[in-house]
């Protein structure tokens, strides 16, 4: 569950009045709006990124305004993937696990997992580097999902990929509630994406949430 | 027709500045002999002058390494009170002449209270060798920060976002994907300072002098020469000066640094 109450910002000429987000466990959320008016902001706020005047978050019913972004345990792809460079495919799928002192089994296990969801099998021991689109967003979206946030945060994860492959990712998102066993927050600009893939769609408009709309399951 | 035209006009123009370097390097190589450069290796003064000039610059690129790497960081990735006062600052070593930074390194370690309590309680530090590598630290760590800050901010700060809701703390997701990330530019911000603290003069000269077998290193020791006058002498140690300078670049480009747009 993800819960924004009255969140309000202000950066120069920028400003957030009072978003309030409600979005129930295992639902996927479209947030929708024109570039400029705010949407990645709430998102980095959510996943804890961003300092905001006044307002609440609540993640799964815990207060988290003023945790870290560790403490929240969110996953987040955003809309370029930044995978880490430095890594292969596989270290950016264990990362999560890792940095936590996982045992190794336990983070082997969980690689190969995602890695056979993902079909990035055959990429495992690659650097991430020079990766397809598709492939750079499904990396991205096994390592936020690696540690099994009960939360996935998506900045337009779906904006820079050819509509063939965009297809295949819309494929791959639609079973996310229920195979990830987590509540989504995807922002995008396209309609067909948010028909496609929202259970709720919110429309932000000159720093307000100016309309909601639900489909029903 | 018309651009072929073109592309000759840019390259003498250009390429007139490298014409003076490579003709420079070429007129000392054909003014020393074997014989000049043999005598050099051989005089124990300029042997001290050469280790202590490796040595020196070696210290002096780890400790602008050292202030570089976070101060790099702070200025591309944050926002504080203050960070156009410390951006001019940093500045100033690099357009001081550096006579001048030399005059004040001295004015502080000999005549202020702080560089007496400092000489009383720790240790003398002006006409010794921690002179010749502050003198070089002082204007080496400038080109240092700008380098480490132009890493910065030319490397995404989204990594590090995903890092830290990944789970890491703000030194954990610093140590292993930032830095990772910018491994290239500290080579380079390294690589810098290690040049420039070889060419330093001015400063070395009025705070450290040029006591041989004590504070004597290279670029003083082409001075002592030519003051002596030892121009055969002077042009060897210059030589010597010329090849290190050249293996440090070729070294630099040889480490994959080439189209970071950082040398």
Redesign the interface.
């Known amino acids: 569950m993800i819960d924004v109450d009255n969140l309000c910002l202000k950066q120069g000429a920028f400003h957030l009045n009072s978003v309030s987000l409600h979005i129930p466990k295992g639902r996927y959320a479209i947030l929708m709006g024109k570039t400029g008016c705010g949407k990645t902001t709430i998102l980095e706020a959510v996943a804890g990124l961003r300092s905001f005047a006044s307002g609440r978050i609540m993640l799964n019913d815990r207060d988290v305004t003023h945790a870290t972004p560790a403490e929240r345990n969110v996953g987040y792809v955003p809309q370029d993937g930044a995978l880490f460079t430095t890594m292969t495919v596989g270290d950016n799928l264990a990362f999560a696990l890792t940095i936590r002192n996982q045992p190794a089994a336990v983070v082997k296990a969980r690689v190969e997992q995602l890695a056979s969801w993902l079909q990035l099998g055959h990429l495992l021991n690659r650097r991430a580097v020079g990766l397809s689109g598709g492939e750079t967003q499904r990396i991205a979206l096994g390592r936020a999902l690696a540690n099994h946030p009960p939360v996935l945060l998506m900045d337009e994860p779906l904006s820079s990929l050819d509509e063939e492959t965009r297809e295949r990712m819309i494929e791959l998102l639609k079973v996310l509630p229920k195979q990830a066993e987590v509540t989504v927050l995807h922002i995008t600009h396209s309609r067909s994406e948010a028909d496609q893939l929202g259970d709720l769609i919110f429309r932000l408009q000159e720093g307000r949430i100016e309309s909601v709309a639900s489909r029903v399951l | 027709m018309r651009e072929w035209k073109y592309y000759l006009c840019l390259s003498i123009l250009g390429g007139s500045y490298v014409v003076l370097i490579v003709a420079m390097v070429v007129a000392d190589f054909f003014f020393t002999t074997p014989g000049d450069l043999l005598a050099a290796l051989n005089d124990p003064a300029i042997r001290y002058s050469i280790n202590l000039t490796l040595i020196s610059c070696t210290v002096t690129a780890i400790l602008s390494l050292w202030v570089a790497v976070p101060m790099g960081y702070l200025l591309a990735r944050t926002q504080f009170w203050g960070k156009t006062a410390v951006d001019t600052i940093l500045d100033i070593p690099i357009v001081l002449p550096p006579l001048v930074l030399g005059l004040s390194l001295l004015i502080l370690f000999d005549y202020t209270t702080i560089g007496e309590w400092f000489r009383a309680n720790i240790m003398r530090i002006s006409l010794r060798i921690p002179a010749v590598i502050l003198a070089q630290f002082s204007v080496s760590a400038a080109f240092a920060v700008r380098t480490m800050r132009i890493t910065f901010e030319q490397t995404?700060p989204?990594?590090e976002?995903?890092?830290?809701?990944?789970?890491?703390?703000r030194a954990?997701a610093f140590w292993?994907?930032v830095l990772?990330?910018a491994?290239k530019g500290v080579l380079t911000a390294g690589t810098l300072a290690w040049a420039r603290a070889l060419g330093e003069f001015g400063p070395i000269m009025i705070f450290a002098g040029a006591t041989p077998n004590l504070t004597e290193v290279l670029s003083t020791t082409v001075w002592l020469r030519f003051s002596d006058p030892d121009l055969p002498g002077a042009v060897a140690v210059a030589l010597f000066m010329i090849a290190i300078g050249v293996f440090v670049l070729v070294l630099t480009r040889a480490l994959g640094l080439r189209g970071t747009g950082l040398v």
Do not use: D, K
């Not at chain 2, 976002?161 to 703390?169: D, P």
């Open positions: 995404s989204r990594t976002q995903v890092a830290l809701t990944l789970g890491c703390t954990q292993r994907i990772p990330e491994r």
